[in-house]
């Protein structure tokens, strides 16, 4: 009996990670997002890229590529056609390299709307999101409670998707001023509604709405949840996108990864498992060092997140430590050969953004700071390394303006697609932080 043969004549169906949740189809992985087990989804099978793929991709345009190997990962499960239009529409802008040296490369994540790497995944959930909303004819309502910069990403990656209404949860007078610019200054499909509460009101908002089955039976509603399979799926792209680029130097590839709830890695370790020859991956962390201590002892305890400057991996319990842990069987024997764990302290961070920007006069994000930490241990414990270490930036340092540039003492320009939101009008809702609220809302759309 072959089950593998089986597969891969089929449709590529999703699993839970805790494996007590039954196998669904794409749709139903996207828009549930979550497995009712509390598991993670899934692909059932990652296979390695065709012979050949790597041996010709620095000729393929990185939109190109990234079709191709979706097309690859999902196997027949979104028609070609329709496929291509929503790769090629996420991926839309570059993810270009820079060189500080031989050995330090740097991977700039942050050309996108809301100048993050989240970008990508969002961009492209999306689209498949809204591919399923236009096959189901009815509209699909996106709640997002945010506590300022995933909303972003999320509201400029769903503006003007056919079929689909988001309505974003903000805590009013807790986002800085680009970010609430950047969720209430859309218009179209997105709605923004100013809670008067906190983070965790919104977060329970939303909650109480998913739960409220009388709701759910007149709207069709999902998340853009950060642990959504399509958010994951893009990021793998820009790690092949990075190997096509290096690939004429002939030397092997490290990849330094500034790590919170370990999205980003997780889509690398699936890029590897496609066939992308890498040497090792760093998981670079902050003070919130609970997959360090994973790794070095075998041993995970989650903790609560304490608050650093590289405040977007404030994480005391990742939650793609699970994928992590099914990719490799379960052994965390397997995961350190590939992964390498760094964690460092705030200190440290700020004092790396000033030793690159005065050797390599280059402005880092504290977050990706973090990486080029883990990138310059890595080197600095295997002297013998013929490695390009690829440090993923993050986000734009202009993101953190209160951070670099008393750092760095210089002033930092703010990227003109995000300072022209500065003079838009704020179009918000103001509610309580009553779920109540919410649903009268949501009822009068
Ligand atoms: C979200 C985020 C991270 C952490 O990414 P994970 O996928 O959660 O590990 C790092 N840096 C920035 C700027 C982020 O926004």
């Given at each position: 009996?072959?089950?593998?043969?089986?597969?891969?004549?089929?449709?590529?169906?999703?699993?839970?990670?805790?494996?007590?949740?039954?196998?669904?189809?794409?749709?139903?992985?996207?828009?549930?997002?979550?497995?009712?087990?509390?598991?993670?989804?899934?692909?059932?099978?990652?296979?390695?890229?065709?012979?050949?793929?790597?041996?010709?991709?620095?000729?393929?345009?990185?939109?190109?590529?990234?079709?191709?190997?979706?097309?690859?990962?999902?196997?027949?499960?979104?028609?070609?056609?329709?496929?291509?239009?929503?790769?090629?529409?996420?991926?839309?802008?570059?993810?270009?390299?820079?060189?500080?040296?031989?050995?330090?490369?740097?991977?700039?994540?942050?050309?996108?709307?809301?100048?993050?790497?989240?970008?990508?995944?969002?961009?492209?959930?999306?689209?498949?999101?809204?591919?399923?909303?236009?096959?189901?004819?009815?509209?699909?309502?996106?709640?997002?409670?945010?506590?300022?910069?995933?909303?972003?990403?999320?509201?400029?990656?769903?503006?003007?998707?056919?079929?689909?209404?988001?309505?974003?949860?903000?805590?009013?007078?807790?986002?800085?001023?680009?970010?609430?610019?950047?969720?209430?200054?859309?218009?179209?499909?997105?709605?923004?509604?100013?809670?008067?509460?906190?983070?965790?009101?919104?977060?329970?908002?939303?909650?109480?709405?998913?739960?409220?089955?009388?709701?759910?039976?007149?709207?069709?509603?999902?998340?853009?949840?950060?642990?959504?399979?399509?958010?994951?799926?893009?990021?793998?792209?820009?790690?092949?996108?990075?190997?096509?680029?290096?690939?004429?130097?002939?030397?092997?590839?490290?990849?330094?990864?500034?790590?919170?709830?370990?999205?980003?890695?997780?889509?690398?370790?699936?890029?590897?498992?496609?066939?992308?020859?890498?040497?090792?991956?760093?998981?670079?962390?902050?003070?919130?060092?609970?997959?360090?201590?994973?790794?070095?002892?075998?041993?995970?305890?989650?903790?609560?997140?304490?608050?650093?400057h590289?405040?977007?991996?404030?994480?005391?319990?990742?939650?793609?430590?699970?994928?992590?842990?099914?990719?490799?069987?379960?052994?965390?024997?397997?995961?350190?050969?590939?992964?390498?764990?760094?964690?460092?302290?705030?200190?440290?961070t700020l004092?790396?953004m000033k030793?690159?920007h005065?050797?390599?006069?280059?402005?880092?994000?504290p977050?990706?700071?973090?990486?080029?930490?883990?990138?310059?241990?890595?080197?600095?414990?295997?002297?013998?390394?013929?490695?390009?270490?690829?440090?993923?930036?993050?986000?734009?340092?202009?993101?953190?303006?209160?951070i670099v540039e008393p750092t760095l003492k210089i002033?930092?320009?703010?990227?003109?697609?995000?300072?022209?939101?500065?003079?838009?009008?704020?179009?918000?809702?103001?509610?309580?932080?009553?779920?109540?609220?919410?649903?009268?809302?949501?009822?009068?759309?």
């Amino acid at each position: 009996m072959s089950y593998v043969l089986c597969l891969t004549s089929e449709k590529m169906h999703f699993y839970s990670t805790k494996r007590k949740s039954p196998n669904t189809d794409l749709k139903e992985a996207v828009l549930r997002g979550l497995p009712q087990d509390n598991g993670l989804y899934m692909p059932e099978l990652i296979r390695s890229m065709p012979d050949g793929f790597f041996d010709s991709i620095d000729q393929l345009s990185f939109p190109e590529m990234s079709y191709q190997l979706a097309k690859h990962l999902l196997n027949g499960t979104i028609a070609d056609e329709a496929l291509k239009e929503i790769v090629y529409g996420a991926v839309n802008f570059d993810a270009p390299i820079v060189h500080l040296d031989k050995q330090y490369k740097v991977l700039e994540l942050f050309h996108g709307p809301s100048l993050a790497f989240k970008d990508f995944g969002a961009r492209f959930m999306a689209r498949i999101m809204g591919h399923f909303a236009k096959t189901s004819g009815k509209t699909l309502y996106i709640l997002v409670a945010t506590s300022g910069d995933t909303g972003g990403a999320v509201a400029s990656g769903f503006l003007g998707t056919p079929g689909i209404e988001v309505v974003i949860l903000y805590p009013k007078g807790k986002v800085s001023l680009l970010q609430e610019k950047q969720l209430t200054t859309l218009g179209q499909n997105i709605q923004a509604l100013e809670v008067e509460g906190t983070f965790d009101d919104c977060q329970r908002m939303v909650k109480s709405a998913f739960l409220d089955k009388k709701l759910r039976k007149k709207f069709n509603i999902s998340s853009a949840n950060s642990i959504n399979l399509a958010r994951l799926i893009p990021q793998a792209f820009y790690y092949i996108n990075t190997f096509a680029q290096l690939k004429k130097a002939g030397r092997p590839l490290v990849f330094s990864v500034p790590s919170g709830n370990f999205g980003n890695i997780t889509a690398g370790l699936i890029a590897h498992k496609m066939g992308l020859p890498v040497e090792r991956f760093v998981a670079a962390s902050n003070s919130n060092d609970v997959f360090t201590t994973y790794r070095d002892t075998g041993v995970f305890l989650p903790k609560t997140s304490v608050r650093t400057h590289s405040n977007a991996m404030d994480v005391g319990n990742p939650s793609n430590l699970q994928r992590i842990q099914d990719l490799y069987g379960n052994e965390v024997a397997n995961i350190r050969e590939d992964i390498i764990a760094h964690s460092f302290n705030d200190e440290q961070t700020l004092g790396a953004m000033k030793e690159v920007h005065q050797k390599y006069d280059y402005v880092m994000c504290p977050h990706t700071a973090v990486g080029y930490l883990g990138m310059k241990t890595y080197f600095e414990q295997n002297p013998e390394s013929d490695a390009q270490g690829v440090i993923l930036a993050t986000a734009h340092p202009s993101k953190f303006l209160d951070i670099v540039e008393p750092t760095l003492k210089i002033k930092v320009d703010i990227p003109e697609r995000l300072n022209c939101l500065r003079d838009r009008k704020k179009v918000a809702t103001e509610v309580k932080p009553e779920y109540s609220e919410l649903k009268a809302y949501l009822e009068s759309l």
